[in-house]
């Protein structure tokens, strides 16, 4: 059965519109779990447009389930994981002036830094997943640089307008799926998925973790937390 790691930092960007001191992502964490989630991920971006410094480490304290700290591969934010060991970290890409998370790692042209700060985070305990389009170029890589979980970006399935099309980004998972397995490497999946068109990914038997943000969060606005999480968790895990 699938699990459902929820991603609190829209709650922090409710926040930050105001600059007080909530909504609290540590509360809407709490809510999660209590709901059922099986983790709670987290992206501390370079610009700290949601998730801030002090956010990170009192999570680390207060999570029950499990952490995953999402980032961008810098000296700072590697760092930054080394301190707080969270259980997992995800490595993404990260652009200044992007609304959200565009596009998969490169991990063929990141091969070498990769290995060492996959390499170095794993030393130090910690569960190390890679952000990357459903590519079998870069799942090789993924596998080549000794990453434990690959987490397949689901945006471009989320974001096609035809049937035809989503069928063909569907098959494109799969696709990933298998060359996954084979490998040997673990599979999470995330990015756009809401409570419509989640049904079709879980119907791909392999996806280990879906890692969903800002559909449950939108749901939670006008539900509760509790409510928009257990909905998800039901889609998840039928
Ligand atoms: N997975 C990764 C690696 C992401 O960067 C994001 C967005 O922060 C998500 C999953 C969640 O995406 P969404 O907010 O669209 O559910």
Redesign the pocket.
């Known amino acids: 059965m699938a699990k459902l790691s929820v991603?609190i930092?829209?709650i922090a960007t409710i926040r930050q519109a105001r600059g007080v001191s909530e909504p609290d992502p540590v509360a809407a964490a709490v809510l999660a779990e209590l709901a059922g989630a099986d983790g709670i991920?987290i992206?501390l971006r370079e610009d700290r447009r949601h998730i801030q410094d002090r956010d990170v480490s009192i999570l680390r304290q207060t999570i029950k389930t499990r952490m995953n700290l999402?980032m961008a591969l810098t000296d700072e934010m590697i760092d930054i994981a080394l301190k707080t060991i969270p259980d997992s970290v995800?490595l993404?890409p990260e652009g200044r002036h992007e609304l959200?998370?565009e596009g998969g790692l490169d991990v063929v042209l990141l091969q070498n830094t990769l290995k060492q700060k996959v390499a170095l985070l794993q030393q130090a305990g910690i569960i190390v997943s890679l952000?990357i389009e459903p590519n079998i170029e870069q799942i090789k890589a993924t596998h080549k640089v000794g990453a434990d979980y690959m987490?397949i970006?689901t945006?471009m399935y989320?974001d096609v307008p035809t049937a035809s099309g989503r069928r063909e980004q569907l098959g494109r998972i799969e696709l990933a799926i298998s060359a996954a397995r084979r490998l040997g490497l673990g599979i999470n999946a995330?990015?756009?998925?809401?409570y419509r068109n989640i049904g079709a990914v879980v119907a791909l038997p392999g996806i280990e973790e879906f890692?969903?943000?800002?559909?449950?969060?939108s749901r939670a606005s006008l539900v509760g937390m509790e409510r928009a999480v257990r909905e998800m968790l039901e889609l998840v895990k039928g």
């Open positions: 991603n930092d829209h991920t992206h999402e995800t993404v959200t998370t952000f987490e970006h945006g989320c995330g990015h756009g998925l809401d890692n969903i943000g800002h559909s449950i969060v």
